[in-house]
Every structure is written in structure tokens, then in C-alpha cells.
């Protein structure tokens, strides 16, 4: 076995997925390639985008989601399916075997490091060039490494869905009209291109709602600071940002220009713009 084995933690690749998306090869970033591998091995399941729907792999029959779009199209876009898919490559393939590749390596995992792009553009041309020699492997329906990421996969969604799920029941508390609450389905584009994922009247003026759940929430003098968010960034097209934690509860706040995001899971919402917590 080949010495100096990296392996990796979410929470490592949680710090610094969006230093690793910045990153490019050939004009591509991670996202983009690693959707590029699915549209090659899923080529008969490959569905082009409509107005409505975005392009991925749909009708696989084995990959847990019952609804149609296949769980495969959140590979690119979940920061805990990465170190799966590093481990897996450092531990099963680059170490066992002729591989002329070291071990990928994208830092020390027990540190926020600094960011050296000459560095990390080697080690992820690196992750490229593995995945693209061994895709059918990783996505083989009876890889344990796909089984890996899809019940990664799975068990993200199970979250997201509970926490929309309390969303739309708070709202239903308010006086909102169940019949008039809309939650968007997988795949739509107005839930992955503009964060969009409730929907609802009230008053005859229509609502938007981005949903997360979160690792803890503080107010710390006018303002609550929210961790352990994924995707944290600005919306234009929504107004509402609804969070849920079983442990901590719900809140929901109005979005605004004065929200700050200091990192990739983290947002500090001015005190004011909440609307209610439960």
C-alpha cells in the first residue's frame, strides 16, 4: 500500500467546497464535470432540459428516489458526497494499485488552510483524470461506493423535505390556505436556478420561500447568527428564508441586501427582519 493515505471529513470539505468549486480545469469546475461523467455513463437516462425542468438522469429504477429524477443529479451539488468519492479513490484505487497517481491530497483535513490555487489546480486535475479513468466504476448500480453516495444523497434530502415539511405547516398555523402553498418538485428550475422552493398566497400577493435546515442559531446583539447552513448565498427572486432545527426550532426571516454571508454555511440576519420563531 502506497504511504502518506489522505482521507477527508465533511467537515473539511464543508470549509472549503467553495474554494474547490473555483477551481478550474479546462474552463470546468467540479460541478460541471462531474455532471458532464453522469451525462456519459447515464446516457440512455439522460433527459435534456425544458422550460421547466433541468437536464440529468431520470428513470434509473435502482437509485432510491421514486419520483422520477434520479437522486445521481445531486452528486454535483452535495459537499459531503465529495469526501466519499476521495476516500473511496485514495483508499480503493490510487492505493491498491498500478496507478502511476499519488494520493490525492487537498490539504490537511484537520485545518481551515490557506488557499494555494497552484497547488490545489494539480491535485484537482488530479481528481479529475481518476474519475474520468474509473466512472464506470464509481457509478457500477453495484459499486458500494454508489450505494455510499446515494444514501449520502438520500439522507440530504430527508432533511431538506422535513425541514420544507415544517415550513409549510407553520405557515398552515398562520392562516395561510393549505390550497394556496405550492412546494416545487426535483428538478424544477425554479427550485435550482432560483432557490425557490415554497411558494404561497396570502392577501392576493405571492410569496417565495428558500428553506434550510441549520446547525445552530445565536442572537448576538441585533443580529442572529445561523451555522451549518449548505448553499449560503443571495437570492434575488426570493422573499422569505425559513430555517429548521428539531433541536432549536423554527424561524423565519425576510430577505434582505443586509444580510451578510461570511462563509460558505454560515449567515447573519439583522435582528429585525425576523417575522416568527417557533
Known amino acids: 500500500m502506497k504511504e502518506n493515505l489522505v482521507s477527508y471529513n465533511g467537515l473539511f470539505i464543508k470549509n472549503n467546497y467553495n474554494k474547490l468549486l473555483r477551481i478550474k480545469i479546462n474552463n470546468i469546475n467540479l460541478q460541471s464535470f462531474l455532471k458532464e461523467i453522469l451525462r456519459e455513463v447515464y446516457i440512455k437516462k439522460w433527459k435534456s432540459s425544458t422550460n421547466k425542468v433541468l437536464s440529468g438522469v431520470y428513470d434509473t429504477g435502482y437509485d432510491l428516489d421514486v419520483r422520477g429524477r434520479s437522486l445521481l443529479n445531486w452528486v454535483n451539488s452535495s459537499y459531503m458526497v465529495l469526501p466519499l468519492i476521495l476516500n473511496w479513490l485514495n483508499k480503493e484505487i490510487l492505493s491498491k494499485t498500478k496507478n502511476p497517481l499519488s494520493s490525492i491530497s487537498l490539504g490537511d483535513k484537520y485545518t481551515q488552510i ?159 427582519l425576523l417575522r416568527f420563531n417557533n
Not at 174 to 200: C, H, M, T, V, Y
Open 114 to 272: 490557506d488557499f494555494y490555487l497552484s497547488d490545489w489546480t494539480y491535485e484537482m486535475n488530479k481528481l479529475f483524470k481518476i474519475i474520468y479513468d474509473y466512472k464506470y466504476v464509481i457509478f457500477n448500480k453495484n459499486s458500494d461506493i454508489l450505494n455510499s453516495i446515494l444514501l449520502q444523497i438520500s439522507s440530504n434530502h430527508k432533511i431538506g423535505d422535513k425541514a420544507e415539511q415544517i415550513t409549510i405547516n407553520e405557515l398552515v398555523k398562520k392562516g395561510i390556505n393549505r390550497n394556496n402553498i405550492r412546494q416545487s418538485k426535483p428538478g424544477e428550475k425554479k427550485d435550482a436556478n432560483l432557490g425557490i422552493d415554497i411558494e404561497f398566497i396570502h392577501n392576493n400577493k405571492k410569496y417565495t420561500i428558500q428553506t434550510k435546515s441549520y446547525s445552530t442559531i445565536k442572537k448576538n446583539n441585533n443580529n442572529y447568527i445561523i451555522t451549518g447552513i449548505s448553499k449560503s448565498k443571495r437570492y434575488k427572486n426570493i422573499n422569505l428564508f425559513s430555517f429548521y432545527n428539531p433541536k432549536y426550532g423554527f424561524y423565519l426571516f425576510d430577505n434582505d441586501p443586509k444580510i451578510t454571508i461570511p462563509e460558505y454555511n454560515t449567515m447573519i440576519i439583522p435582528a429585525n
